[in-house]
């Protein structure tokens, strides 16, 4: 991953004021991933185009937000994780593309190569967001369409 998708994957969530930390590597993400993000953070995900019921499926339920807002605690390691994985993918797809919007139609469109399922279901799992962005590489490249 460049640094640019980490250092925009950081922007994404917040900044310094929200992870607490400068973000300049990979290694400062995974510490931040570790140290637990703010639920804060997940703003993020919504600016980049997330609809509140993929970030219900794909990173923590409602009930569970709500419920951790109220007791004001952060995300576990393992949501913070899964908010991290797909803020680098749709940040990979948006340099990619060029465009946030074209970014995140081609996340949600079912793909051959993934046997008909959308990037952002694949990316679910950390091996299919590596697939995910190997195929955006090859597009990047003009391998793909």
Known sequence: MSIAIV???ARKLGGQSVLGRAVRSQA???LAVRSRLPLTALLGLSRAGMTEQEIERLVI??????HR???QQPL???????AVRLLRVQSLAEQTFGDQSKANRWLRRPLI???GETPLVVAQTEAGARVVET???KIAWGAAA
Do not use: F, H, W, Y
């Open 28 to 30: 400062d993400l995974a």
């Open 69 to 71: 807002a109220n007791k």
């Open 76 to 82: 576990t390691v393992e949501e913070s994780d899964r």
């Open 113 to 115: 190569e993934l046997a």
């Open 7 to 9: 250092e925009e994957v």
């Open 135 to 137: 195929i955006l590489g």
């Open 61 to 66: 339920p409602q009930r569970t937000r709500r």
